[in-house]
């Protein structure tokens, strides 16, 4: 058997031009165009391509994109007066820090800064707290992509096992409010479980957010099982993605699942790259789409489930 693979990137793609269109109506309707902030602070180099990739995804959907982007050493009070003043901006309906942020500033006070109508990542405590309760609010774009690329190929997750390994607050966590949202029986795994491959054997769905390049292996899998490779690993080699690494050889990215085992025994996966990444930035157009609606009381279109 070969596993069906869950072409992210022609997904997100599709995603996008959703939002273009409702973009595209919200300015002829209501001569809105949604805006967002991306506030980036030093130049590491990942967090700049993310910006980048942001920035234009931003543009080609239509919408406005603000950019600030601060020196290191930048003070934590300067970060905050910048947030004050975005929540006050009615052209930015989204406000977007990457992350990390250097250790002179506490980055969860700089979070909880953010208006959370306008906390686009979802990582706002309210926003965490209300999606716990079920409430309507900003659900963070990773998960939310996990759960949009689970559905293309099983129409519901009522009653299925699903296995998230990772529990962090942006990835692991929020996706499993999601997929109780959904009525999976959620698992969640983490450096602490014993007897992981037999815990990840019993999913139906698995979904692996670990940081851990290629650590789940083919025989950790249930056939047929659907598999969600959040993780981004660098590793040396040569790839699709190879690029010199500061000089010092080739390195490729690779997912937290050993693709060319777990292609043999599952019944769907995602590869890495190309698989949730692209949905990232595809659910941050969503939410930025979302949160304009919102704060303009309009409707918010019915599109991205
Ligand atoms: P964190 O480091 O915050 O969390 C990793 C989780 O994995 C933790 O809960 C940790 O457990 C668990 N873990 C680590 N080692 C093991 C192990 N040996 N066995 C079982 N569990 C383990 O990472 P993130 O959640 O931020 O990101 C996870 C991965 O997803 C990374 O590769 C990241 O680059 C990628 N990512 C990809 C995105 C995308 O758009 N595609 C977006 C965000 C992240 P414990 O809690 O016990 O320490």
Redesign the pocket.
Known sequence: MSARIIDGKAIAAELRAKIAGEVARLQAAHQLVPGIAVVQVGDNPASSVYVRNKAKAVAEAGMRAFDHTFPENVSEAELLTLIGKLNGDAQVNGILVQLPLPPQIDAQKVIASIEPDKDVDGFHPLNTGRHASGLPGLVP??PL?CVMLAKTVLPSLSGLEAVV????????KPLVQLLLAEDATVTV?????RD?PSVCRRADLLIT????PE?VRGDWIKPGATVID????RVPGEGRESRPAGGAGKYKIVG?VAFAEAEKIAGALTP?PG???P??IACLLLNTLRAACAQNGLEAPQIGG
């Open positions: 774009c990773t992509g390994i990772g529990r962090s607050n942006i990835v692991g795994a983490h450096s602490k479980t992981l957010a670990i940081g851990r650590m959040v993780g981004i690993n937290d890495v698989g949730v990444g949905m990232t």
